[in-house]
């Protein structure tokens, strides 16, 4: 049998604490950022910058939208801080799309709105919204202006 025996004294136990409390940090930082990883076959295809409408166009065209060349809408607007009811269903869209709009909550950005011409089976209205924060995409849906209508994501597979 072997036995092993330590002394223990102020300098030792303020180390030995000093290393687990930085062992428990290291932990913690690696589970925090494992979650904010995305996996790379959820980001759009499309470069991830728009400055203007005609940018915003290109990428939703990239996409495999036919759009009317003139946005309906180029509008500001703030980011609601948190997501609640609709906004949370909203959020969810996005971050299956890989879009990071949870990320910018009360910051200002611009949504830029245009007709989409090639929506299957579409009867009535079809919008595409692409939200930008500084240059960044950071939202992007199809939607039915229609009473019963709907919302999927900017992707022309999901139609």
Avoid at 4 to 24: G, M, Y
Avoid at 69 to 89: H, K, M, N
Avoid at 106 to 127: D, H, Q, W
Wanted: net charge neutral; aromatic share 8%.
């Amino acid at each position: 049998m072997f036995v092993f025996t330590a002394k223990l004294n102020r300098k030792k136990a303020v180390l030995f604490v000093s290393l687990l409390a930085l062992v428990v940090a290291l932990i913690i930082l690696c589970v925090a950022l494992r979650g904010k990883v995305r996996p790379p076959e959820s980001t759009p295809a499309a470069p991830l910058t728009v400055s203007n409408a005609s940018e915003a166009a290109a990428y939703l065209k990239n996409l495999g939208w036919e759009l009317e060349s003139t946005p309906l809408e180029v509008r500001d607007l703030v980011i609601p801080r948190s997501f609640t009811g609709a906004y949370a269903d909203y959020a969810a869209l996005q971050a299956q799309q890989g879009f990071p709009i949870a990320e910018y909550g009360g910051m200002k950005a611009t949504r830029y709105s245009f007709r989409v011409l090639n929506y299957p089976g579409a009867s009535g209205e079809i919008v595409a919204d692409l939200v930008v924060s500084g240059q960044t995409v950071i939202a992007g849906d199809i939607q039915s202006t229609a009473i019963d209508g709907f919302m999927v994501g900017i992707r022309a597979t999901e139609g």
